[in-house]
């Protein structure tokens, strides 16, 4: 379990790195915080030419509120997010699907982008981002880019990304005032990628129902999945344990999980269902305790 | 009064350098003009190996080496079993490298040595291996149909017994009730933190072949390779390094402990391997997997008529080392605490292309608590009985110590030494809070409480060394030919030997697994080594002390028996002014000195124990679980262990073994398996997909150890405390669930989906 | 492939090699370095054996190359006992609580604990939250139980 041979460069700009992408691109891979990528190179089960090790951009890392607007720069380690006040006060579901995110090791190494950009429909921040209908930027020397979630997740562990591009900042509007949230997963173990998950928004208006609703899917498909058919649903209703069972079962209507040695498509369905529900209920308790 | 050390919880010898990471394992061994093996594996279950070109990859810079099976001596065609060994088995024994076939995923095909593990590897991808794929059989039950693919020459059963008394057919006839079902435990395994390493090196000087990285039976695996070898054992030294877990797989003869050091034999250079993950999930032993047809024939008051069983023990490609350890010993102690009439049991032993399996904690007997311990909770729904109840009603009594069972293994009657069952039941029922845990688990749904009982076995292969000797300094050195996987043997055999000499527990060493200083020995398993390696340091610590006492009443002109040894000198009782220091009793005891006054030289004394039968530890296993209806989680909410061991040598080390036992035990119940798919590849290969559990899994386990039932088959009274914190995990665990659910789960692991199938399907 | 010089600090000394890229941050402290206290237990990530610190904070060396160390400093289980061989108290805890049987994981624990006991409100160590703070290791022996109780240990001779 030796990784394979590779060229290393280590740019400390992303202009050097856009260069370094423009050239070698195709046979290249971006190592950010190693976390997935790294296991692959160890198994050899990824064998990129060349590593573009972006840890010493430090233009790349930052995480702060502007225009209504959380910008997270892709080198953002996940421990920063953890441990930033303003993220907590702001955008509460991020600090509380970043808390899931494997374990203290990996959460001081990893970076945000890293996350979004590995494309793990099991990963918690991709799901959390969609559900926030976060936007990505993406740069190379040909210019620069701005894609929604449904645009930049293509499939399991692919995202639009070019091989010249380079993620460079995660921007979340920040969710309006008294706007309630969940985060749900189950995993059989601690700190696993969990075998299915839900993130949910929701916001009311002045006579107690629903004005807007999120809902994401964690593991329920080869991307994040926003469940619209069950926020639509959601829009106008007052939230009661009838109405988040029926958004639940509206989110998985046409959903086919993948199955594997831990769980059967069937079974993750019913698991995507009911952390729906629960995080629907979660979001729902936690306006409760604000009240 | 001089307070003894034996029975309180001393701090461990061991722990300093663990700690400071002064400690040496295999892996930290460096040698000067060290090369690096990496062992290039079978991407097939089973094909055919048609033709290999190892040149591509003797051309890459840095290769030293690359070794086939052509290589191989003829000496070293299989390794040989070393225990529950029977002539049939022999034409499925395994090479350690492939021939012609190929029979597991992960089987070693060759060798390729270089000057770096990285290097290894990139040589390793440029072999060129043909193979031609045959059809693959993994269950066991499958392997046994006519038409099924076959493994070796001889049929896919590759061994197999009866053990049988009463008349079970008449039984079942006559019985009021029969419940019959068939129970499988999932194939998982041991898994140490540290994988398996090895270093070889021929000593330049001396010629000595020597072996780091030995571990569990340095002495056995030593005879084993000289005999492959052709080398005469006393040129041949193991050492054991540190010792990173064992639990029954680290240790035995694999082909990698005959490869790297007939590789540094041919290289003269000192040849290292590290196995990584993903080999050691591959390669080293895998266990538990059996399929039961079991059956139970009861009275109308629900007392025990009658056992039979019919099973199949999957033993993967090869059989290795432990023959037929694993389905000899379910099949032993199938019948536990209970009283029975008669009793039947089929065992087989078959081959599968899986990775061959051997013993892990508990081997055989995790497997048949759970099946007889399942069967009685089923039998007690039947009989709408409370299954605690049953199992009082039909346990052995005190009385009948010691109990002849009617079984056997390896030719030895198994007679149960001293126990007090019903005792232990009721203690370990009330230290569980049973009536507490009853109401708990009515006050919601989806809640269970279970238990499971055990007997365990404990000192197999009878016999241990030891040699206690004190330096010139006045210490006491002891060495063992027990071994250590990191359970805390020096610390326990230092009590023993402080303890039984009067000297302090700081000034003894205990040194073991060097073949070099150790003439011989037998090592740990089956939880002997506290009790038989124990057993022999206070022998040879006795002798040395009626030594010390007579050497020193000469000096002193006092009789012996008016002598006391303390600490580090011999006193006068009562006079402890009038002494001689145990420095100065090394002097006197200088051969020039001694063979003049005509006594023995030397402050040494070598003992071998040898116990007159195996002891029997038992215990009770109780479990509350809550279940998440939706997800189908199991949650435990309370975990108790109560395990009578005789006599606790260490009781801190003794709840240390429980615990972590229990943790290994829930967790085959409930976390892991060694899946395979279709084409015989194992898809839980990893630390990702193979579910150790994490401290967010393991449960807390409260212990109860009692001392109600000493052994007299050793001097210390000390029955293993090794297996009995993994030995009924998983039936207790299957009972709660089945309490929870109304449902009978029939099958370990219960993972998640099958906690729901059973919920909706299994209602009884 | 492109060796490339490395100048890595680790526990105050520093080391000056010419590595391959490739080389894993564990190999060079364990064969490098020669610090052969960090372990290797699964070497993609999961087990938490080969933990160190890098700048402070506990990361899996297996997860990273020797490469990337440049410039920064890593502290090790060597690094935590004093000069007299007095143990550091989470070290002496782990002694005295029966905390690590084979001990091949507790350099691993020790690395990832260290910060937490330093950390660690009062209010923050319940059992539920130490187990949290301990998921990332793997013990094979233990079942934890008594790692549970040396942290307590260690956290209430700290902040006493």
């Given at each position: 379990m030796?990784p394979?041979?590779?060229?290393?460069?280590?740019?400390?700009?992303i202009?050097?790195?856009?260069?370094?992408?423009?050239?070698?691109?195709?046979?290249?891979?971006?190592?950010?915080?190693?976390?997935?990528?790294?296991?692959?190179?160890?198994f050899?089960l990824?064998?990129?030419?060349?590593?573009?090790?972006?840890?010493?951009v430090?233009?790349?890392?930052?995480?702060?509120?502007?225009?209504?607007?959380l910008?997270?720069?892709a080198?953002?380690?996940?421990?920063?997010?953890?441990?930033?006040?303003e993220?907590?006060?702001?955008?509460p579901?991020?600090?509380d699907?970043?808390?899931?995110?494997?374990?203290?090791q990996?959460?001081?190494?990893?970076?945000?982008?890293g996350?979004v950009?590995?494309?793990?429909?099991?990963?918690?921040?991709?799901?959390a981002?969609?559900?926030?209908?976060?936007?990505?930027?993406a740069?190379?020397?040909?210019g620069?880019?701005?894609?929604?979630?449904?645009?930049?997740?293509?499939?399991?562990?692919?995202?639009?990304?070019?091989?010249?591009?380079?993620?460079?900042?995660?921007?979340?509007?920040?969710?309006?005032?008294g706007?309630?949230?969940?985060?749900?997963e189950?995993?059989?173990?601690?700190?696993?990628?969990?075998?299915g998950?839900?993130?949910?928004?929701l916001e009311?208006?002045?006579?107690?129902?629903?004005?807007?609703?999120?809902i994401?899917?964690?593991?329920?498909?080869?991307?994040?999945?926003?469940?619209?058919?069950?926020?639509?649903?959601?829009?106008?209703?007052?939230?009661?344990?009838?109405?988040a069972?029926?958004?639940?079962?509206?989110?998985?209507?046409?959903?086919?999980?993948?199955?594997d040695?831990?769980?059967?498509?069937?079974?993750?369905?019913?698991?995507?269902?009911?952390?729906?529900?629960?995080?629907?209920?979660?979001?729902?308790?936690?306006?409760?305790?604000?009240? | 009064m001089r307070?003894g050390?034996?029975?309180?919880s001393?701090?461990?010898k061991e722990?300093?350098?663990?700690?400071?990471g002064?400690?040496?394992?295999?892996g930290?061994?460096?040698?000067?003009?060290?090369?690096?093996?990496?062992?290039?594996r079978?991407?097939?279950?089973?094909a055919?190996l048609?033709?290999?070109?190892a040149?591509?990859?003797?051309?890459?810079?840095?290769?030293?080496?690359?070794l086939?099976?052509?290589?191989?001596?003829?000496?070293?065609?299989?390794?040989?079993?070393?225990?529950?060994?029977?002539q049939?088995?022999?034409?499925y024994?395994?090479?350690?490298?492939?021939?012609?076939?190929?029979?597991?995923?992960?089987?070693?095909?060759?060798?390729?040595?270089?000057?770096?593990?990285?290097e290894?590897?990139?040589?390793?991808?440029?072999?060129?291996?043909?193979?031609?794929e045959?059809?693959?059989?993994?269950?066991?039950?499958?392997?046994?149909?006519?038409?099924?693919?076959?493994?070796?020459?001889?049929?896919?059963?590759?061994?197999?017994?009866?053990i049988?008394?009463?008349?079970?057919?008449?039984?079942f006839?006559?019985?009021?009730?029969?419940?019959?079902?068939?129970?499988?435990?999932?194939?998982?395994?041991?898994v140490?933190?540290?994988?398996?390493?090895?270093?070889?090196?021929?000593d330049?000087?001396?010629?000595?072949?020597?072996?780091?990285?030995?571990?569990?039976?340095?002495?056995?695996?030593?005879?084993?390779?000289?005999?492959?070898?052709?080398?005469?054992e006393?040129?041949?030294?193991?050492?054991?390094?540190?010792?990173?877990?064992?639990?029954?797989?680290?240790?035995?003869?694999?082909?990698?402990?005959?490869?790297?050091?007939f590789?540094a034999?041919?290289?003269?250079?000192?040849?290292?391997?590290?196995?990584?993950?993903?080999?050691?999930?591959r390669?080293?032993?895998?266990?538990?997997?059996q399929?039961?047809?079991?059956?139970?024939?009861?009275?109308?008051?629900?007392?025990?008529?009658?056992l039979?069983?019919?099973?199949?023990?999957?033993?993967?490609?090869?059989?290795?080392?432990?023959?037929?350890?694993?389905?000899g010993?379910?099949?032993?102690?199938?019948?536990?605490?209970?009283?029975?009439?008669?009793?039947?049991?089929?065992?087989?032993?078959?081959?599968?292309?899986?990775?061959?399996?051997g013993?892990?904690?508990?081997?055989?007997?995790?497997?048949?608590?759970?099946?007889?311990?399942?069967?009685?909770d089923?039998?007690?729904?039947?009989l709408?009985?409370?299954?605690?109840?049953?199992r009082?009603?039909?346990?052995?009594?005190?009385?009948?110590?010691?109990?002849?069972?009617?079984?056997?293994?390896?030719?030895?009657?198994?007679?149960?030494?001293s126990?007090?069952?019903?005792?232990?039941?009721?203690k370990?029922?009330?230290r569980?809070?049973?009536?507490?845990?009853?109401?708990?688990?009515?006050?919601?749904?989806?809640?269970?409480?279970?238990?499971g009982?055990?007997?365990?076995?404990?000192?197999?292969?009878?016999w241990?060394?030891a040699?206690?000797?004190?330096?010139?300094?006045?210490?006491?050195h002891?060495?063992?030919?027990?071994?250590?996987?990191?359970?805390?043997l020096?610390?326990?055999?230092?009590?023993?030997?402080?303890?039984t000499?009067?000297?302090?527990?700081?000034?003894?060493?205990?040194?073991?697994?060097?073949?070099?200083?150790?003439?011989?020995?037998?090592?740990?398993?089956?939880?002997?080594?506290?009790?038989?390696?124990?057993?022999?340091?206070?022998?040879?610590?006795?002798?040395?002390?009626?030594?010390l006492?007579?050497l020193?009443?000469?000096?002193?002109?006092?009789?012996?028996?008016?002598l006391?040894?303390?600490?580090?000198?011999?006193?006068?009782?009562?006079?402890?002014?009038?002494?001689?220091?145990?420095?100065?009793?090394f002097?006197?005891?200088?051969?020039?000195?001694?063979?003049?006054?005509n006594?023995?030289?030397?402050?040494?004394?070598?003992?071998?124990?040898?116990?007159e039968?195996m002891?029997?530890?038992?215990?009770?296993?109780?479990?509350a679980?809550?279940?998440?209806?939706e997800?189908?989680?199991?949650a435990?909410?309370?975990?108790?262990?109560?395990?009578d061991?005789?006599?606790?040598?260490?009781p801190?080390?003794?709840?240390?073994?429980?615990?972590?036992?229990?943790?290994?035990?829930?967790?085959?119940?409930?976390?892991?398996?060694?899946?395979?798919?279709?084409?015989g590849?194992?898809?839980?290969?990893?630390?990702?997909?193979?579910?150790?559990?994490?401290?967010?899994?393991a449960?807390?386990?409260?212990?109860?150890?009692?001392?109600?039932?000493?052994?007299?088959r050793?001097?210390?009274?000390?029955?293993g405390?090794?297996?009995?914190?993994?030995?009924?995990?998983?039936?207790?665990?299957?009972?709660a669930?089945?309490?929870?659910?109304?449902?009978?789960?029939?099958?370990?692991?219960?993972?998640?989906?099958?906690v729901?199938?059973?919920?909706?399907?299994?209602?009884? | 492939?492109?060796?490339?010089?490395?100048?890595?600090?680790?526990?105050?000394?520093?080391?000056?090699?010419?590595?391959?890229?490739?080389l894993?941050?564990?190999?060079?402290i364990?064969?490098?370095?020669?610090?052969?206290?960090?372990?290797?237990?699964?070497?993609?990530?999961?087990?938490?054996?080969?933990?160190?610190?890098?700048?402070?904070?506990?990361?899996r060396?297996?997860?990273?190359?020797?490469v990337?160390?440049?410039?920064?400093?890593?502290?090790?289980?060597e690094?935590m006992?004093?000069?007299d061989?007095?143990?550091?108290?989470?070290?002496?805890?782990?002694?005295?609580?029966?905390?690590?049987?084979?001990?091949?994981c507790?350099?691993?624990?020790?690395?990832?604990?260290?910060?937490?006991?330093?950390?660690?409100?009062?209010?923050?160590l319940?059992?539920?939250?130490?187990?949290?703070?301990?998921?990332?290791?793997?013990?094979?022996c233990t079942?934890?139980?008594?790692?549970?109780?040396?942290?307590?240990?260690?956290?209430?001779?700290?902040h006493a």
């Amino acid at each position: 379990m030796k990784p394979p041979q590779f060229e290393y460069d280590d740019p400390s700009s992303i202009e050097e790195t856009l260069t370094l992408l423009t050239q070698y691109g195709e046979d290249a891979k971006i190592l950010a915080g190693g976390q997935s990528l790294v296991p692959l190179l160890n198994f050899r089960l990824a064998r990129p030419d060349r590593l573009i090790d972006i840890n010493n951009v430090r233009e790349l890392d930052y995480l702060r509120v502007e225009d209504g607007m959380l910008r997270i720069g892709a080198l953002t380690r996940h421990s920063a997010l953890e441990r930033s006040s303003e993220l907590g006060e702001r955008v509460p579901l991020l600090r509380d699907a970043v808390r899931l995110v494997g374990h203290v090791q990996i959460r001081n190494r990893g970076t945000v982008g890293g996350s979004v950009a590995h494309a793990d429909p099991a990963a918690e921040l991709p799901v959390a981002l969609t559900a926030l209908s976060a936007r990505f930027h993406a740069r190379s020397s040909r210019g620069s880019r701005l894609l929604r979630a449904d645009e930049l997740f293509v499939t399991h562990l692919t995202t639009a990304l070019e091989p010249d591009e380079l993620l460079t900042e995660i921007e979340v509007p920040l969710p309006a005032p008294g706007t309630r949230h969940g985060f749900v997963e189950f995993s059989r173990r601690h700190g696993d990628f969990a075998l299915g998950g839900a993130a949910v928004l929701l916001e009311s208006g002045p006579d107690g129902s629903c004005r807007h609703a999120a809902i994401a899917l964690l593991a329920a498909a080869s991307t994040p999945l926003r469940a619209s058919g069950a926020e639509q649903f959601l829009v106008g209703q007052r939230f009661n344990e009838r109405v988040a069972a029926e958004a639940a079962e509206r989110a998985v209507g046409d959903i086919n999980p993948t199955g594997d040695i831990h769980g059967s498509s069937n079974y993750r369905r019913g698991l995507v269902k009911a952390m729906v529900r629960r995080a629907l209920v979660q979001a729902d308790s936690g306006a409760k305790e604000a009240a | 009064m001089r307070k003894g050390v034996i029975g309180t919880s001393l701090p461990r010898k061991e722990d300093v350098p663990l700690l400071t990471g002064a400690a040496r394992f295999a892996g930290d061994v460096q040698r000067p003009g060290m090369l690096h093996a990496h062992i290039l594996r079978s991407p097939f279950a089973h094909a055919r190996l048609l033709s290999l070109n190892a040149g591509p990859a003797l051309e890459l810079p840095g290769v030293h080496a690359v070794l086939t099976q052509e290589d191989l001596p003829p000496a070293a065609r299989a390794i040989p079993m070393r225990m529950f060994a029977q002539q049939d088995l022999e034409g499925y024994l395994q090479p350690p490298l492939a021939g012609g076939v190929v029979r597991y995923s992960g089987e070693p095909v060759a060798m390729v040595v270089a000057d770096s593990r990285y290097e290894a590897e990139d040589a390793a991808e440029l072999v060129e291996v043909d193979y031609s794929e045959l059809p693959v059989v993994l269950r066991p039950d499958e392997a046994l149909e006519e038409e099924a693919p076959r493994l070796h020459t001889g049929p896919n059963r590759a061994g197999g017994f009866r053990i049988e008394f009463g008349d079970v057919d008449r039984a079942f006839a006559e019985a009021h009730l029969v419940v019959e079902e068939r129970l499988e435990v999932g194939r998982h395994a041991a898994v140490p933190l540290e994988t398996r390493g090895l270093v070889a090196e021929v000593d330049e000087l001396t010629g000595m072949l020597v072996v780091y990285g030995a571990a569990k039976i340095p002495h056995v695996n030593r005879r084993i390779l000289a005999r492959l070898l052709d080398r005469p054992e006393e040129r041949i030294r193991l050492v054991e390094l540190n010792v990173g877990g064992g639990f029954g797989a680290r240790g035995e003869f694999y082909p990698e402990d005959f490869l790297i050091p007939f590789c540094a034999l041919r290289l003269r250079r000192p040849v290292a391997w590290v196995e990584d993950r993903e080999e050691h999930m591959r390669a080293c032993n895998h266990s538990r997997e059996q399929v039961h047809d079991v059956a139970i024939a009861l009275a109308k008051d629900g007392r025990f008529l009658a056992l039979r069983d019919r099973f199949l023990n999957n033993t993967g490609a090869y059989i290795r080392t432990h023959g037929l350890v694993v389905p000899g010993m379910t099949a032993a102690l199938l019948p536990g605490p209970y009283r029975w009439s008669a009793y039947r049991c089929d065992a087989s032993q078959v081959v599968t292309n899986k990775t061959p399996a051997g013993t892990y904690r508990a081997p055989g007997r995790y497997e048949a608590n759970f099946v007889r311990e399942r069967l009685i909770d089923v039998a007690a729904h039947r009989l709408r009985l409370d299954p605690v109840e049953l199992r009082r009603r039909n346990l052995i009594a005190r009385d009948d110590m010691p109990y002849p069972t009617g079984t056997h293994t390896d030719g030895h009657p198994v007679v149960y030494d001293s126990g007090d069952y019903a005792l232990l039941l009721e203690k370990g029922l009330a230290r569980f809070g049973w009536e507490e845990m009853r109401r708990w688990r009515d006050s919601a749904p989806h809640r269970g409480i279970g238990v499971g009982f055990f007997v365990e076995k404990s000192g197999i292969a009878r016999w241990e060394y030891a040699r206690v000797e004190v330096t010139n300094r006045g210490e006491t050195h002891v060495y063992s030919g027990g071994a250590s996987l990191g359970q805390g043997l020096e610390t326990v055999l230092a009590q023993v030997a402080a303890d039984t000499l009067g000297v302090r527990y700081d000034d003894v060493s205990v040194f073991h697994g060097d073949t070099a200083t150790i003439p011989d020995g037998m090592g740990a398993f089956g939880s002997r080594a506290a009790t038989l390696g124990g057993s022999a340091v206070l022998r040879g610590a006795t002798r040395l002390r009626e030594r010390l006492l007579e050497l020193a009443a000469d000096e002193l002109e006092i009789a012996p028996e008016d002598l006391d040894l303390v600490d580090d000198a011999v006193i006068a009782r009562g006079a402890p002014a009038t002494r001689v220091s145990l420095s100065a009793l090394f002097e006197l005891a200088r051969p020039a000195r001694a063979l003049g006054s005509n006594t023995q030289p030397g402050l040494s004394e070598e003992a071998y124990f040898l116990s007159e039968d195996m002891t029997f530890p038992y215990g009770l296993h109780c479990a509350a679980v809550e279940i998440d209806a939706e997800t189908g989680g199991v949650a435990i909410e309370r975990y108790t262990v109560a395990y009578d061991l005789g006599r606790a040598i260490n009781p801190q080390l003794v709840e240390g073994q429980v615990v972590g036992g229990a943790a290994q035990g829930v967790a085959g119940a409930l976390l892991e398996e060694l899946a395979y798919d279709e084409g015989g590849q194992l898809v839980a290969g990893s630390f990702m997909d193979y579910l150790l559990p994490t401290a967010g899994e393991a449960p807390f386990v409260d212990v109860l150890i009692t001392e109600d039932a000493p052994t007299s088959r050793n001097p210390l009274g000390a029955k293993g405390a090794g297996e009995g914190g993994t030995a009924a995990a998983g039936a207790a665990i299957a009972n709660a669930v089945a309490d929870a659910l109304a449902a009978e789960p029939t099958r370990l692991p219960i993972t998640p989906e099958r906690v729901l199938t059973l919920a909706r399907e299994g209602a009884r | 492939m492109t060796r490339r010089e490395v100048s890595i600090e680790i526990n105050g000394e520093v080391f000056e090699r010419t590595v391959e890229p490739r080389l894993l941050l564990s190999d060079f402290i364990r064969h490098e370095a020669r610090l052969t206290g960090t372990h290797v237990g699964c070497e993609h990530g999961v087990c938490g054996a080969c933990t160190v610190q890098l700048d402070g904070e506990p990361v899996r060396s297996c997860l990273l190359f020797a490469v990337q160390a440049t410039g920064h400093s890593i502290r090790t289980v060597e690094a935590m006992a004093a000069l007299d061989g007095t143990l550091h108290p989470l070290q002496q805890a782990f002694h005295e609580t029966h905390a690590l049987q084979c001990g091949f994981c507790t350099p691993g624990f020790l690395m990832t604990l260290e910060p937490f006991v330093r950390d660690a409100e009062p209010a923050q160590l319940d059992d539920r939250t130490i187990r949290s703070a301990l998921a990332g290791n793997l013990c094979r022996c233990t079942g934890y139980q008594n790692i549970v109780t040396a942290v307590k240990l260690a956290a209430e001779r700290t902040h006493a």
